[in-house]
């Protein structure tokens, strides 16, 4: 997993990453744990059963990352917001993404704190 400062060029990393083979989907942050939590689910076409919570969010990356034929980048967008409204959902929110990079070395997890 990586995270990329302010000054990132979104498009250049997309097309960097498409050149490497990779699926990119941009996830943006929202202001809250909630919005934030809606847009993977939103993105991503999550199930209907999914929970709007870290367990389910893990558990819908994990499915995705299992069924994946491809290299894929996931890239949330914008946290430097809910880093600073509740930085205690950030670092939940992050922390399910480098252990679903972890455990799929397939998966490609880019954080741009803005």
């Known amino acids: 997993m990586r995270i990329l400062g302010d000054r990132v060029d979104l498009d250049g990393l997309i097309a960097d990453a498409e050149e490497e083979g990779r699926t990119v989907e941009v996830i943006p942050a ?7 939590l809606a847009a993977f689910s939103e993105v991503l076409n999550f199930p209907e059963w999914f929970g709007m919570n870290l367990d389910a969010l893990a558990d819908c990356l994990d499915t995705f990352a299992r069924e994946t034929t491809n290299e894929w980048e ?5 946290v430097a917001r809910l880093r600073e409204s509740d930085p205690k959902a950030a670092a939940g929110i992050e922390s399910v993404l480098a252990d679903v990079g972890a455990d799929h070395p397939k998966v490609h997890m880019t954080i741009i704190n803005r």
């Open 74 to 78: 996931l890239v949330w967008d914008g």
């Open 30 to 36: 929202g202001a809250t744990k909630e919005e934030s």
